[in-house]
C-alpha cells in the first residue's frame, strides 16, 4: 500500500517562503518520479515540478528559478521548497508518484491528501 502524505502548508505573505515535504510509505522515492502538482480555486491541477530516480528535476515555467524539488533518500521524503512567492501560487499543493518520466497528472499512480497553500498580497 503506498501511502503518501504532504505537510508544511499555510499562510504566507507575497515574496515568503515555505517548505512544502512529502513523506511517502509503500514506494521508495528514489526508484519512482516524485512530482508535485497544485489545484488552485476554480481551476485545473496543474504540474509544479517533479524528480526522477535519476534526480533529474523539471519545473513549470511559472515556478522556475522560484521553486526547488529535492529528496532525502534517507528518509524517503520529497520537499518542494517555494521562495518569492506568489498570490497567484495559493492552491492545495499535491505529492505524487508515477512508474513514468511524466509531468501529466494522469500518469501518476498514487497522490496524498494534498495541503493548502495561501500567499496573500
Known amino acids: 500500500q503506498v501511502q503518501l502524505v504532504e505537510s508544511g502548508g499555510g499562510l504566507v505573505q507575497a515574496g515568503g517562503s515555505l517548505r512544502l515535504s512529502c513523506a511517502a510509505s509503500?514506494?521508495?522515492?528514489?526508484?519512482?518520479?516524485m512530482g508535485w502538482f497544485r489545484q488552485g480555486p476554480g481551476k485545473e491541477r496543474e504540474f509544479v515540478a517533479r524528480v526522477w530516480r535519476s534526480g533529474s528535476t523539471n519545473y513549470a515555467d511559472s515556478v522556475k528559478g522560484r521553486f526547488s524539488i529535492s529528496r532525502d533518500n534517507t528518509k524517503n521524503t520529497v520537499y518542494l521548497q517555494m521562495s518569492s512567492l506568489k498570490p497567484e501560487d495559493t492552491a492545495v499543493y499535491y505529492c505524487?508518484?508515477?512508474?513514468?518520466?511524466?509531468?501529466?497528472?494522469?500518469?501518476?499512480?498514487?497522490w496524498g491528501p494534498g495541503t493548502q497553500v495561501t500567499v496573500s498580497s
Open positions: 505524487a508518484t508515477s512508474r513514468w518520466v511524466s509531468t501529466i497528472a494522469r500518469d501518476y499512480e498514487y
Open positions: 509503500g514506494r521508495t522515492v528514489s526508484a519512482y518520479a
